[in-house]
């Protein structure tokens, strides 16, 4: 079965997930960027989710984590959450 790693950032709004997408890649580091700002728990570590398979996340969320490129910032992503950067670390 395929699993895949990944670390997020999540917001309340589009506006602000777009302000942080353009200082990440501006430069500004993705963990750090997820401890101050995501008010997600994983955002205490730098927002990594640890490995997880499908199925385990919303279908947004699963559909850039087993689709999408990996090592680069995806995003918006809208949940019923909320507004999530997204970067897939690993994927197997």
């Keep these: 079965?395929?699993?895949?790693?990944?670390r997020h950032i999540l917001v309340p709004s589009?506006?602000?997930?777009?302000s942080l997408k353009k200082q990440i890649e501006g430069g500004a580091d993705?963990?750090?960027m997820a401890k101050k700002h995501s008010k997600c728990p994983s955002g205490r570590?730098?927002?990594a989710l640890g490995e997880f398979g499908p199925g385990?996340?919303?279908?947004?969320f699963d559909k850039v984590c087993f689709n999408g490129e990996l090592g680069i910032v995806h995003g918006p992503v809208k949940t019923q959450f909320?507004?999530?950067l997204i970067e897939v670390t690993k994927r197997a």
């Design 56 to 60: 385990q996340m919303v279908p947004e």
């Design 82 to 84: 909320g507004y999530h």
């Design 30 to 32: 993705f963990g750090e």
């Design 14 to 18: 589009q506006a602000e997930c777009e």
């Design 1 to 6: 079965m395929a699993k895949a790693q990944a």
């Design 45 to 47: 570590s730098g927002g």
